[in-house]
């Protein structure tokens, strides 16, 4: 199993690399590769200030959401599950759509953020009834949650003007803007201790997998094994969101699709998972501001695209 282990990570790492070593090389503008190297010259900035940030960004994103996705589908138990089930995207959504419709949106981070942690600890109260967080009541308070903040959002969207909705609107479909390294470092902080923390209990979820007494029969305390999922995988969500609006679909294709070829142990899943989303979000990225020479097409759309046909594949097959 070690071995297997390793030839998955490995291969993982490698495509990821790859991307990483392609993506920034790919753009609208054309490069003199002869003056990208040389520090003050246009090449140079266009290459390590706009490019570079953007994909490192977009492979972030993509790695924290398929962990997330891969976390809340052990949890509740349901290969449907991905980072938007739960109610944290939308409410940091729901955040940030309140910035933009109350002329505030370069606050709309911080506002995101304040909404999912008010989504977060809503669905933690309602889900802990009893003093014991169960996943079935988790799924229907996050879900519950989910309905209310998408109804809120279309409240405000209907009452806002032309360029609010249009705003509204860009923000909704997701994307990867350019952003400094700052940025960058900042969110690789979080996505990397979060990420670390959830594959140090990867036995554990592999018995949760299982189920409540399966695991609870093998010496785990799942109370708060469940709080915890819960909250990293509700962390890592709202810190992309915040930043890229919300991405669809990438947090339930990788994971599912990892488990059909890989099996479902989340020692090769939590890594590769995160290794494997990271490449996948940055090639949609790349495709995104490459496909049309005029204008960039919103990353989420791309994902939903790759999301659709994924989706009816599988309704062809047995799961």
Do not use: K
């Not at 700052?182 to 990420?195: E, P």
Request: charged share 10%; hydrophobic share 55%; glycine share 10%.
């Amino acid at each position: 199993m070690a071995r297997r282990v390793i030839l998955w990570v490995a291969a993982s790492a490698g495509v990821l690399a790859l991307v990483l070593a392609v993506a920034p090389l790919l753009g609208p503008a054309r490069l003199d590769w002869s003056r990208a190297w040389t520090p003050g010259t246009e090449a140079h900035s266009i290459l390590f200030t706009i490019r570079l940030p953007r994909v490192l960004l977009a492979a972030l994103a993509g790695g924290a959401l398929a962990t997330a996705g891969l976390l809340f589908q052990t949890l509740v138990r349901d290969s449907l599950a991905d980072p938007y089930t739960l109610g944290v995207s939308s409410g940091a959504s729901l955040g940030a759509v309140s910035a933009i419709f109350f002329g505030v949106q370069q606050w709309a981070g911080v506002t995101g953020l304040a909404g999912a942690a008010l989504v977060l600890l809503a669905v933690m109260r309602v889900a802990s009834a009893g003093r014991r967080m169960s996943p079935h009541t988790l799924l229907l308070a996050g879900v519950t949650a989910n309905s209310i903040n998408i109804a809120l959002i279309l409240f405000l969207h209907s009452l806002a003007d032309y360029g609010q909705s249009f705003t509204i609107v860009r923000w909704l479909m997701g994307g990867i803007e350019p952003s400094g390294y700052g940025t960058v470092a900042l969110l690789a902080g979080v996505v990397v201790a979060v990420a670390a923390v959830v594959f140090a209990r990867a036995r554990q979820w592999n018995l949760l997998a299982v189920g409540e007494e399966w695991a609870e029969s093998r010496g785990v305390d799942t109370a708060p094994l469940v709080r915890l999922g819960y909250v990293a995988g509700s962390l890592l969500t709202a810190s992309v969101t915040c930043l890229t609006g919300p991405i669809g679909f990438l947090g339930w294709i990788v994971p599912h699709a990892l488990r059909l070829r890989a099996g479902a142990d989340h020692r090769l899943l939590i890594p590769c998972g995160f290794l494997l989303g990271a490449a996948f979000l940055v090639v949609c990225d790349t495709v995104a501001r490459t496909a049309l020479p005029q204008a960039e097409i919103p990353v989420g759309v791309i994902t939903a695209l790759a999301g659709g046909p994924f989706f009816l594949l599988l309704l062809r097959r047995p799961v």
